[in-house]
């Protein structure tokens, strides 16, 4: 698959890419004509603290941080962005501070979780949320929903690429969007034109990677 990939390059700092691959792939939610491949921005530690620098741009001014909560095995990725929003700059809000580092887990039901000895970095804190990638929002969803259960307080959401600008009325900040990727789309199962025209799948996908069919 990586063979037809296209590398999508941020318009901003040049180090930081992502790849798209088109084809026929299913996520847990929908059917998506790209799979968005991430893996280097997570895995390669140069190429994470540049996309870090991305991330923070919006909140380091302006925004307490005491917890990112991170998704989708991004947790380099996100001790760079709480080193980014932390450095000794006059104009970071949460310079010199410590920032928790939180991935949420998940029972044997599927619901998200934390357990009691993380719940007081959720409780009453300032959370930012960090999603490897959003296609319909209902992962973010959840996630949403979970931090509001355990009284934590979302003050901004952050994503490698993401399809939706907002997810129940809270913004998503992201380094790529659907605008980026030509002629992006996600479907419902039932609406997927390529099924209906019998293109057989290419892959199973989810923010991780693929398993091909």
Known sequence: MEGHALKITSSVNSNVSIEAVPGHFVT????????IDITKIKHRHRMAKDAA????????????????ICMDGSEILAAYLAEELTKEDMMSVN???SIHIV??????????????????MVHGKNVLLLI?????GKTLHR???CVDYYGGKVVGVSSVF?????VDGVGVHAIFTA???????????????????????DALVNSYGYSAL
Not at 53 to 68: K, N
Not at 162 to 166: L, N, R
Not at 194 to 199: E, L
């Open 132 to 136: 490897a990638s959003i296609t319909t």
């Open 95 to 97: 310079r010199n501070q």
């Open 53 to 68: 620098g991305l991330l923070a741009e919006p909140y380091a001014s302006t925004t307490p941080v005491d917890t990112i």
């Open 179 to 201: 605008e980026d990727i030509p002629n992006y789309h996600t479907y419902s199962h039932r609406d997927c034109p390529q099924c209906k025209q019998g293109v057989k799948i």
């Open 28 to 35: 847990s939610h929908s059917h998506i004509n790209y799979y």
């Open 162 to 166: 993401s399809a939706k600008e907002s």
């Open 103 to 120: 991935p949420p887990e998940f029972n044997s039901n599927g619901q998200m979780i934390f357990r009691d000895n993380l719940q007081h």
């Open 143 to 145: 996630v949403l929903e």
